[in-house]
């Protein structure tokens, strides 16, 4: 008796099993997709905050781990795209604040190499650096329009979309944001 | 208005958010003033540089790496993509009558002990009333009948349980599920479960549909709100009368 029953339990777990293997053989097919799509935007706009190439790509991993525990409900491309640039942003942020890695990202300018013409490296290098802060100065709202539109390459719909705004909301935010960046730049 | 006044609008006009009779004004002033002119050349030269400031910053891409550190950070931490769920409305769906019988019978077994054999009486009629053993049609008929029982049926001494399960069964299957049970008591190389379909059937006739409800039949279930005659809230009473009525026309 003991036998049979088992036996049928048995043929009524193997029902369920191959379907579920088959879901998880997508899932993953359909996040490394994502994960060569993807790989590039969530690395800029860490990079974005960061300005380290290194912690930018930390962030970026730890933002694809966690958007794989999340993949079931992300699997639209749209929706992933916004849920990642959102993540990596918050990442960099709390990453930023972090007195150490500040001092790490100093080390890291310090020592990249010089361009061929010195005299236009180092200015280059100067006003990035004043770019930089002035744009780390601004309100968060205005910064994260502003990264995402670069990352983006100032295609509005695209930037709504990731940010989940209208298009008139950003483009009236990253007028605010060149403004105040006009001011501090001057 | 003097220069002083235009610098806004030259900052405006540069960003291009200037309105259209405010941008007219502008031109008709920048067309008689160097100055004024010279300003907005320099405020859309500092916003092209830091439009292409802000690109070059973020013009780099990840390393080759990032995709194999991903990938070795999940498969370190045992990430799942979903969690694994092992009973859901999903999995339920293509459970076939026999699994969910014999996942009911594993159930109910283990909460009681064997009875005491006890060999039937032979030429025992068909009762009304459903077994008590905790097993119930998804859809009790108005006009209750008695299945037969087994020869081998064992008569427990104890007081039959008061049903704790409710189990869906197809219509028709009814009897298909006690026998499975009987033979579970008493296996026997005639008994029914064994032989799902019938070797030696009987020829098509009148009782062929009675006979018929021997038969496992395997094929998915549907999961359906039990109907015990109480609508539910919101539910048309008439409508819950009206199945009743089908059942008792198509047993006819």
Redesign the interface.
């Known amino acids: ?1 003991d036998a ?2 088992e036996a ?2 048995e ?2 777990g193997s ?2 099993s191959a ?2 293997q088959r ?2 053989r997508e ?2 097919r359909e ?1 490394e997709l994502r ?2 799509d993807c ?2 935007l ?3 706009v860490a ?2 905050v960061l ?1 380290s ?1 290194a912690d ?2 930390d962030v ?2 730890e933002a ?2 966690r958007a ?2 999340n ?2 409900e992300l699997r639209e491309r749209e929706r992933f795209r916004a849920w990642l640039a959102r993540t990596a942003w918050r990442l960099a942020i709390d990453r930023q604040r972090s007195a150490i890695r500040r001092q790490r990202r100093e080390r890291a300018a310090a020592s990249e190499p010089s361009a061929p013409s010195v005299e236009e490296a180092a200015a280059e290098r100067e ?2 650096g004043r ?2 802060e002035a ?1 780390d100065a601004l309100p968060d709202k205005l910064r994260r329009v ?2 995402l ?3 983006e ?2 295609d509005m719909r695209e930037t709504a979309s990731l940010l989940g705004l209208p298009a008139g909301t950003v483009r009236s935010r990253l ?1 605010r944001a ?2 105040l ?2 001011e501090k ?2 | 208005m003097n220069c002083e006044n235009y610098q806004e609008w030259i900052e405006e006009a540069a960003l291009g958010a200037l309105g259209a009779s405010r941008h007219a004004r502008l031109d008709a002033h920048l067309a008689g003033c160097a100055r004024c002119r010279e300003s907005l050349a320099a405020v859309e030269r500092l916003l092209r540089e830091i439009d292409r400031g802000l690109v070059a910053s973020l013009d780099r891409q990840p390393s080759t790496e990032l995709a194999a550190r991903v990938r070795m950070r999940l498969a370190e931490e045992g990430v799942r993509a979903r969690p694994r769920a092992r009973w859901t409305v999903g999995a339920w769906v293509p459970v076939s009558a026999a699994a969910l019988a014999a996942l009911i019978l594993t159930v109910w077994l283990g909460r009681r002990s064997p009875p005491s054999p006890r060999p039937g009486a032979p030429g025992e009629q068909a009762s009304a009333t459903p077994p008590s053993f905790g097993l119930t049609p998804a859809r009790p008929a108005r006009a209750t009948r008695k299945l037969p029982r087994s020869p081998n049926h064992r008569q427990s001494t104890r007081q039959p349980a008061a049903p704790q399960l409710e189990v869906l069964v197809e219509p028709g299957q009814w009897a298909a599920v006690v026998k499975l049970y009987n033979s579970v008591w008493a296996p026997e190389p005639s008994s029914g479960f064994a032989n799902a379909s019938r070797a030696s059937g009987p020829a098509p006739g009148p009782e062929a549909a009675e006979q018929a409800e021997d038969q496992l039949v395997l094929k998915p279930i549907e999961i359906k709100p039990l109907d015990v005659g109480v609508p539910y809230p919101g539910a048309n009473p008439a409508e819950a009368g009206g199945r009743a009525e089908d059942e008792q026309t198509s047993r006819r």
Do not use: C, N, T
């Open positions: 008796m049979l029953v049928l339990s043929a009524a029902l369920d379907p579920e879901i998880d899932l993953e996040f994960l060569a790989s590039g969530a690395f800029r990079l974005g300005h190439p930018a790509e970026a991993q694809f781990v794989y525990r993949f079931s006003f990035q770019l930089a744009v502003v990264i539109s670069a990352v390459g100032y007028h060149r403004k960046l006009a730049l001057r």
